[in-house]
């Protein structure tokens, strides 16, 4: 859902790329805030990190993981596009 909001009438290019960086971090932000308050719940295992030693490096490697996967994700989006295959069909060699 956070792609296609971010993708809705996206032209194409360099804004692709940055709105699946954005989709992408911001789902995670979603996803840190979701498991931080389950942490803060104590809806931990006992095998599992610590809030204090989670919450040390958990804002920055959830933030990393979101900007990394929405640029994975745009990099699929222009390698499988429609468009690029329909331009390569039929061209000069």
Known sequence: P???A???????GKAIFLR????GLITN?????IRGGGK????????MRRL???WSIAPLTYAVC???????GAALWFRWSPEKHVSNRGGSK
């Not at 971010?6 to 194409?12: D, S």
């Open 40 to 47: 803060m719940a104590g809806l931990d295992a006992i095998s």
């Open 2 to 4: 956070m792609l296609d």
């Open 66 to 72: 979101g900007l990394l996967a929405g640029l994975a």
């Open 52 to 54: 204090t030693d989670w």
């Open 20 to 23: 699946c960086a954005l989709a």
């Open 29 to 33: 932000l979603a996803a840190f805030a």
């Open 6 to 12: 971010a993708l809705w009438q996206t032209r194409g």
